[in-house]
C-alpha cells in the first residue's frame, strides 16, 4: 500500500487540528528542547576552540591530533 504525499499531510494535519491535550504536550516538548539547545549552550558549553586557537587549520590540528591520540591509548 503506497499513500500519497498529500493523503499523508492531510491525515497528519486533521489529527493535529483535533488535538486538545496534544497542542500542550507539544508546546511543552518544543520549550523543553528549547532550554536544552539554546540556554544550556549558553552556559554550559563554551566555545574554547575558538577562544584558544586562530585558525581553522589550528583548530582542525588540535582536533586530529585529540582524535588520534585517543584511539592509540
Not at 20 to 33: E, F, H
Amino acid at each position: 500500500m503506497r499513500v500519497a504525499p498529500r493523503e499523508l499531510f492531510a491525515f497528519y494535519r486533521d489529527g493535529f487540528r483535533s488535538m486538545v491535550l496534544g497542542r500542550t504536550l507539544w508546546k511543552i516538548i518544543l520549550i523543553k528542547l528549547f532550554l536544552m539547545f539554546a540556554v544550556l549552550k549558553l552556559f554550559f558549553f563554551s566555545d574554547n576552540l575558538e577562544k584558544n586557537f586562530h585558525s581553522d587549520a589550528e583548530r582542525s590540528a588540535h582536533v586530529l591530533d585529540n582524535l588520534t591520540r585517543g584511539a592509540a591509548r
